[in-house]
C-alpha cells in the first residue's frame, strides 16, 4: 500500500511541477531510471532520497509517504499546510471540525475564535483565527509595529 501511495505522490508532483524524470533525477542526484522504477512501484527509494523528492516540491516527508490523494479526493498539500477532508453544514448552520484539526491546533472547548471571511472568488473562503492572536495583532498595530511576542 506505501508503496502506491509514494508512487503516486512522486508521479503527481513531478508532473504539477512539469518536471521530466530526467530533471528530477539531476536534481536530487539518481538515475533517470530510479524515478521511473520509483513511480512505477518497481522499488523505493530510501529515506535519504524521500527526504530529497519532499524538500524539493516542499511537501512534508509524512505527506510524501503516507498521503493518499485518491482517499481524500484532495491533491497532496505543501509542507506546513493540511487537508483535513470535507465536512458537511448542519441543518442549524453549524459545522463539526475534523479531530485532527482540532488537536493540530490544540484547540479547547470553550477557546474563542474570531471568523474572518473573502468573498473574493480567487480566494473565497471562511478562517478562524484565536482571538487571543488577533488581539496581539491589533495591539502590535496600535502600538506603532513593534515586534509580536511569541
Partial sequence: MKKITLSRNLAFLRREHHY??????EK?????????????GESLPDIINCDAIANLFDVSLDNLIHYDQQENALPIPPKGKHMFGTVALGKDGTVRLPEKAINMVNMKKGDMFLILGDENPESIGIALV????????????????????K
Wanted: without cysteine; negative net charge.
Fill in 20 to 25: 521530466s524524470q530526467e530533471e528530477i533525477a
Fill in 28 to 40: 536530487i542526484g539518481v538515475t533517470r531510471q530510479s524515478i521511473a522504477k520509483w513511480e512505477n
Fill in 130 to 149: 484565536p482571538v487571543e492572536f488577533f488581539t496581539a495583532i491589533t495591539q502590535n498595530i496600535l502600538d506603532g509595529g513593534k515586534e509580536l511576542k
